[in-house]
Each structure stands twice: as structure tokens, then as C-alpha cells.
């Protein structure tokens, strides 16, 4: 596995290899990241990886310095999974002065959510993400890039741009991998205690019981859609959470759904001092 640190140095890499195929992450690597370079194994000629703790991201009261880096034990189980070549910038080489220049999503895409609760986060993302694929795929007429569908609103803002910027980089979603219990796996999971894993699984329970509602609401969803939503969240923080938000959406917009759409249920919590994202398509 080739090792990089610069642009310049990953563009001569990859320069005469094929299409490459790219698992951009911030490390701290569990097992849905491995998922996703299998993943992209399957689909490219070349797999690419990133390690990136992008801070454009990441609010001023939230986990920057305190996030993970674990960069032998990424380092191993990207190669074993077959990685050729990781792009790992240090925080100059990806940004050599201040970003003034960004990427600001669609507000009817990104503001709500996620987005509400971490005003900033998708420009953030979007930023990082269109540097990261302006750096792996030039001078490549094809590229395909794998995101995890636990990111959904995440994966759908990244889609939207690839399609107004006319990228030629194929999206590709891979599923949420989930422990035994049904947990979706995080590399947030590891700031969990014992006991606060032990129940963590809540989240994707509740989900599972709202997604439910929704269903058995039928053609009423609309109007009961606030109900239903507000008793979610009134069980979880009864269970000693503090919700963000537990959200029927369509899987079309993640505006709040119409008779005849396609749903996601999506949540965010906080369960001690740890923040947990979770979804399901129902």
C-alpha cells in the first residue's frame, strides 16, 4: 500500500494507474469503514483511502482534538482489506491557507436535521469532500466513490453535489453495518461506557418503533406525522437520552413525506456525553 501525504505526491501515484475507487474517512477505522474499502475493491481498479479529521467540520464545542487517531492500527486493516494507495495529508498539505472558498450545499437539503443541529457541518463536508475528490480523480475521466448509508443525509448531500458539479465520480451507498445487537457501528461507539453500550441499541429500536407508526398511519402520516414524532422522543429521553431528533422523512428530499413516498426514519441522540446517528429505510 502506497502512503502519501501531498497532493502533488498522490497525483503522481495515481497518474498512471486506473479508475480509482475511493473511501474518503477521518480513521479511528472500525469495521463499516473496512466494509466500504471491500466495497470499493469490488468496483474500481485502483482502491483509494483517505485519513483526514477534518476540522472545517466540526463545531467549536465539539470533539475535534479529542477525536481518535489511531493511525497503525488504520494503516494495517486498510491493507489487509486491499487498499493500494492512502492519501493522508497532514492539515497543511490539504489546506496550505485559511478555506476561504467553500462549498454551501442546498439549504432544503442541508439545513434541516443534521444541519439544524450542527449549523455548518455539510459546508464543512462539502468542502473537505470536493478538495478530497479534486485531488484523487484529476485527469481521470471515471472515478466511484463509497459513502455508508448511516451518513443519509450526509450520502445524499455528496450525491447532489457530484450531480450539480457534473463530476464523473459515480456515488456508491454501501449498507449501515450494524453489531449483533443492532447497533450501527461508530467510531463514536468507542466513547460509550459499558453500560451506556449496553443501551445504545435503543436508538435503532426506537427508530424500528417509529418507522412502524409511520407505516400503520397509512395515508395519515401527514397529519399524524408530529404526534407520532414527539412521542418517539419523549420515550428515548425517558430513557435518560437527550434527542435531537427521531424524523419520518421522504428518502427522496428528507422533507417531511406525502401520501405514496418512500421512507427513512432518522435520529440523532446523545447518550451521556456521546452523540449517535442512526437511520432506517421503512
Partial sequence: ?????SISDLR?????????????????LHDGHIALMRRAVQLGE?????????RLQFLPHEDF????????????????????????????????????????PDPLLADLLEGQFRPGFFTGVCTVVMKLFCAVFAGKAQGVAVFGQKDYQQLMVVRRMVQ??????????????????????????????????AQAVQLSQALRALGEAARAAG???????????????????????????????????????????????????????????DNLEV
Wanted: proline share 9%; with cysteine.
Fill in 46 to 54: 485502483v482502491p483509494v483511502a483517505s485519513i483526514f479529521v477534518n
Fill in 1 to 5: 500500500m502506497h502512503i502519501v501525504h
Fill in 219 to 277: 395515508e395519515a402520516l401527514p397529519a399524524r406525522l408530529a404526534d407520532l414524532e414527539h412521542a418517539a422522543r419523549a420515550q428515548l429521553d425517558a430513557s435518560g437520552w437527550q434527542t435531537d431528533y427521531l424524523a419520518v422523512r421522504s428518502r427522496r428530499t428528507l422533507q417531511a413525506p406525502q401520501p405514496g413516498d418512500a421512507l427513512v426514519v432518522l435520529g440523532a441522540a446523545r447518550l451521556g456525553t456521546t452523540r449517535l446517528i
Fill in 164 to 197: 450539480q458539479f457534473a463530476l464523473p465520480i459515480d456515488i456508491v451507498a454501501a449498507p449501515t453495518e450494524r453489531a449483533a445487537d443492532g447497533l450501527a457501528l461508530s467510531s463514536r461507539n468507542g466513547y460509550l461506557s459499558p453500560a451506556e453500550r
Fill in 65 to 104: 482534538d479529542s477525536y481518535p487517531r489511531t493511525w497503525e492500527a488504520d494503516c494495517e486493516r486498510l491493507a489487509a482489506a486491499g487498499c493500494q494507495v492512502l492519501f493522508a495529508p497532514r492539515e497543511h498539505d490539504l489546506y496550505p491557507e485559511p478555506q476561504t472558498f467553500k462549498v454551501q
Fill in 12 to 28: 503522481a501515484v495515481l497518474g498512471p494507474l486506473g479508475r480509482p475507487a475511493f473511501v474518503p474517512t477521518m480513521g479511528n
